[in-house]
């Protein structure tokens, strides 16, 4: 069988073509779209593989005429831009499938096989370019990965299980899905399942009827009904009660729905996107998820790599987040070469929502444009001390240790039983809203956005606390 190679990488074509050779295909080349129509136009293919960046023009965006010529052609894409951009574009021309360089020989010989014996494209992609507007940024090996799963469900409404730790931006990938594939014109509706009470989760989902129950004054639509024709997203999906699974469970798999209630089944047309940060298999032993939904939901799973794990993507995530920063009023800053370096060696627990919030700390705190090691050092969270180091630590050391100070304040305070927690909290969020207003010069939407609250709760706050932000203002 005859296969056409496009790829202006010399060393590159030349390993391709050494391989599909000892394979038993017969290979055609060209560096240039030009020389890839004049062959299309000489002679059939079993299948053509073609590199994104040509000499003459880019090779997706010509894929138009390779259809016109060879509809039924399959097209496998190779590509160095390893962004979720080139995926998806790739996914338009329903390549037969993608491969972000550098990539296995072995695999692309055998998906060159698979390609000519199906004799028809079908649907994979290539990834887009961070900055496009789509939320996810990164082209380390283990998000490209996370692209090309993201690819093979735009077409379809397989229910999608996202797993990640905390913070590695799970909802980022649900919003992908949704806004690349089918279902985009239809709404988005995210569920956090872990911040609704276990009594009132059922209504949340599926809603209730008048007098379902005491408090029901009117007729509920739940989630389910608000996400029709759209995507609903179940994030920490390992924390929902028991009684709501079986619920799920029973909708997944009937495509109906009942409210809390009411008598009338109600069919829904909503795809489902589930997220967690827990390991179920353990909970599903114990007894604390069902089996069978998990089943349901893990139809397509979708793993989030940590962000220690793809410590290449610090750099774009962080410039990216620079760049936010700014468009939100914070102060337009650069990073240095070697405060790049010290980004990316830290383990940031938190993964990307960690990097998020540091970067517009340091957007706002920084005194230079472009900030380097030396100033962006200070900033960053000292590692966690063990038992034996707080207490070899000199005693001035010590008290600027938060949980050495909690004793000595009760100790010192007295606070009435029943009102620790919130004579605590005061204490604690004065001289932190304090700092932070005279770090933003007494600008109160700034130092919301820095603190991660709403501005009308910082300035609820700020007056129970008899805190003048414009005399702070004048101060700093």
């Known amino acids: 069988m005859n296969v056409l190679l496009v790829e202006d990488d010399e060393s590159i074509a030349i390993v391709i073509t050494a391989a599909l050779e000892a394979d038993g295909f017969a290979v055609s080349r060209s560096d240039s ?3 890839r129509d004049r062959l299309l136009g000489e002679r059939r293919f079993a299948a053509l593989v073609t590199d994104v960046m040509l000499t003459d023009g880019d090779g997706i965006e010509s894929l138009d005429r390779v259809r016109a010529l060879r509809p039924d052609m399959p097209i496998i894409i190779l590509s160095a831009q390893n962004t979720l951009d080139t995926a998806v574009r790739a996914s338009d021309t329903d390549a037969f499938e993608y491969f972000p360089k550098p990539f296995d020989i072995d695999e692309l010989v055998r998906t060159v096989r698979q390609a000519a014996a199906a004799g028809s494209s079908q649907g994979l992609l290539e990834e887009e370019n961070a900055g496009q507007g789509l939320p996810l940024v990164g082209r380390s090996a283990s998000m490209q990965a996370v692209y090309r799963m993201i690819t093979r469900v735009l077409r379809n409404d397989l229910t999608v299980l996202i797993l990640g730790e905390s913070g590695t931006g799970k909802e980022l990938v649900a919003e992908a899905i949704h806004q690349l594939g089918h279902r985009r014109s239809g709404p988005f509706v995210a569920v956090n399942t872990a911040a609704i009470p276990a009594e009132l989760i059922e209504s949340e989902l599926f809603g209730h009827e008048k007098g379902a129950f005491t408090g029901a004054v009117a007729r509920n639509i739940g989630k389910f009904e608000q996400a029709e024709g759209g995507t609903l997203f179940l994030d920490e999906i390992g924390d929902m009660p028991m009684q709501a699974q079986t619920r799920l469970l029973r909708a997944l798999q009937s495509g109906m729905i009942r409210r809390v209630g009411g008598r009338d089944e109600v069919r829904i047309d909503t795809r489902i996107i589930a997220a967690t940060n827990r390991d179920l298999m353990p909970m599903i032993a114990a007894g604390q998820f069902r089996e069978d939904l998990f089943y349901r939901l893990n139809v397509v799973p979708i793993n989030l790599p940590p962000l220690r794990e793809r410590a290449d993507d610090v750099e774009a995530l962080a410039r990216h987040f620079l760049t936010l920063a700014a468009s939100e009023g914070l102060p337009r800053r650069q990073l240095a070469p070697d405060a790049v370096d010290l980004l990316a060696r830290q383990p940031w627990r938190g993964n990307v929502r960690e990097l998020r919030n540091f970067i517009y700390r340091l957007a706002l705190l ?5 900030i380097d090691a030396a100033a962006l050092a200070p900033l ?11 207490a070899a630590a000199p005693a001035p050391t010590r008290a600027f240790d938060l949980e050495s100070c909690v004793p000595q ?33 007494g600008n109160q939407l700034r130092a919301a956005q820095l603190l991660g609250i709403n501005r009308n709760t910082l300035r609820k706050r700020l007056g129970e606390l008899a805190i003048d932000a414009e005399t702070l203002g004048r101060r700093s």
């Open 33 to 35: 779209i030009a020389g």
């Open 409 to 441: 304040w009760l100790a010192r305070e007295n606070p009435e039983p029943g009102t620790i927690y919130d004579t605590a909290l005061a204490a604690f969020e004065r001289p932190l809203f304090i700092e932070i207003l005279r770090a933003t010069g």
């Open 366 to 370: 920084a005194r230079e444009d472009v």
């Open 380 to 390: 960053l969270t000292a590692p966690a001390r063990t038992e034996e180091d707080v």
